[in-house]
Nanobody, 127 residues
Framework: EVQLVESGGGLVQAGGSLKLSCVASGFTFDDRAILWFRQAPGKEREAVSCISSKSGTTYYTDSVKGRFTLSRDNAKNTVYLQMNSLKPEDTAVYYC????????????????????WGQGTQVTVSS
């Protein structure tokens, strides 16, 4: 059974930091690109950051570049999203997702190309 379990969210003041974790099981983790996306109330889902499988190349949406850092530990089947200098507009539920399809090792900003995601973790940034 494929599972992705997010943790590490919470309430933080603007300018603060959080580190999200995503622990995966039920599939060959080091073959898959992993995406973090978020959804704020009343807004569409937004791809935040992605890490490819083999090279570990990372991608970030413009609004988080320079503030968020994505990494993976294939030995632990875990992806980490370090979030610094948090802003109120970062408030959302954050989800990690595994890439599906034939090009599953590579990142895509198209959320529907990811076939499983977890239950999410709430991040709330107060002003």
């Amino acid at each position: 059974e494929v599972q992705l379990v997010e943790s590490g969210g919470g309430l933080v003041q603007a300018g603060g930091s959080l580190k999200l974790s995503c622990v995966a099981s039920g599939f060959t983790f080091d073959d898959r690109a992993i995406l973090w996306f978020r959804q704020a109330p009343g807004k569409e889902r937004e791809a935040v950051s992605c890490i490819s499988s083999k090279s570990g190349t990372t991608y970030y949406t413009d609004s988080v570049k320079g503030r968020f850092t994505l990494s993976r530990d294939n030995a632990k089947n875990t992806v980490y999203l370090q979030m610094n200098s948090l802003k109120p507009e970062d408030t959302a539920v954050y989800y990690c997702a595994k890439r599906g399809g034939e090009t599953y090792s590579y990142c895509s900003g198209y959320i529907l190309s990811y076939d499983y995601w977890g239950q999410g973790t709430q991040v709330t940034v107060s002003s």
